[in-house]
């Protein structure tokens, strides 16, 4: 398996613009999560998803930010409009059923200017 | 939101030493997990405690959990330059599904 497979791996992007982040998990697991590094803040849970379905969405900061899991092998990060303190790294990961060890994507790198 | 502090923030050692990071967390658990981060990559599951468990092994790693001071370590044993790398706790909570991330120990290994 070629493990969690991110895009694209950095974007830069206008303040304004809308930006879209993809993820395809590993076959078979059903849970997925999206979470956002910063020096700052460190690693935070934005949302996660099992069976397909958003089940902690509390961690997404405003409403600029959206997540859909529209089949158990792909996800998207939405940000509309961006800012420039949306700028971090994105991480996707996802685990097995009945197993919390995380398998993590290569991350997105997000620079707004 | 961050569970809980790792200490060091960050740990310079020489290769063949020892490295020891220290975790802390906040709220009643079901397993504890340490995961390790290269440089501009993703991160790496290295190790699983449960929460009824004392201590693990698992190669040159040892980690201990104690959770009635709510704490876990970390230890690397004879470590290599390639170890170098940032290391985190991560805690799954009870009822809680996600994985809550603590701050980080950031190792550097001197050849």
């Known amino acids: 398996d070629a493990g969690v497979i991110q895009s694209p791996r950095h974007e830069v992007t206008e303040m304004g613009q809308e930006v879209t982040l993809r993820c395809k998990p590993i076959?078979?697991?059903?849970?997925l999560f999206w979470y956002r590094q910063t020096m700052m803040r460190g690693l935070e849970l934005l949302i996660y998803f099992n069976n397909n379905v958003p089940i902690d969405d509390s961690g997404m900061p405003e409403d600029r930010f959206s997540a859909k899991m529209p089949n158990a092998s792909f996800s998207t990060l939405k940000i509309q409009p961006s800012e420039p303190r949306d700028s971090a790294v994105y991480f996707c990961?996802?685990?097995?059923?009945?197993?919390?060890?995380?398998?993590f994507g290569q991350g997105t790198r997000l620079t707004v200017v | 939101s961050q569970q809980g502090e790792e200490d060091p923030q960050a740990l310079s050692i020489q290769e063949g030493e020892n490295a020891t990071m220290n975790c802390s967390y906040k709220?009643?658990?079901?397993?504890l997990q340490w995961y390790r981060q290269n440089s501009g990559r993703g991160l790496v599951h290295l190790i699983l405690?449960?929460?009824?468990?004392r201590e693990k092994h698992s190669g040159r790693l040892r980690v201990t959990l104690d959770t009635s001071k709510k704490s876990s370590s970390l230890l690397i044993t004879a470590s290599r330059a390639a170890d170098t790398a940032s290391y985190f706790c991560?805690?799954?909570?009870?009822?809680?599904?996600?994985?809550?991330f603590g701050s980080g120990t950031r190792l550097q290994v001197q050849p």
């Open positions: 076959s078979g697991h059903n849970s």
């Open positions: 991560a805690t799954e909570d009870t009822g809680r599904r996600a994985l809550t």
């Open positions: 405690i449960r929460s009824n468990e």
């Open positions: 990961a996802s685990t097995p059923p009945r197993n919390t060890e995380a398998f």
């Open positions: 709220t009643s658990i079901n397993n």
